[in-house]
């Protein structure tokens, strides 16, 4: 119970992600269509330094299942979306 009180305090969800874990998310699916986008262009968005995003919060991200590491840059998974309540549209560049 007290474990609890403390996550909450820290606005950790139940999946252990905290307010830059889904801000990070949120700027993939919000402002890049979920991706791929760069870890810079990511940085950028939620105004945190890449080195910090690329060191502390994206290894979280992958190995939970709520971002990808791809060559074109990063990807918001299924899970992400579905952790925030959002819907994933077709992509314009996966049409063809």
Known sequence: EIALYGLDALNV????????DNRILLAIIDKFKGGPVGLTTIATAVSEQAGTIEEVYEPFLIKEGFLMRTPRGREATEKAYHHLGKIKTPNQGNLF
């Open 13 to 20: 969800d139940k999946y252990g992600l905290d307010d830059m």
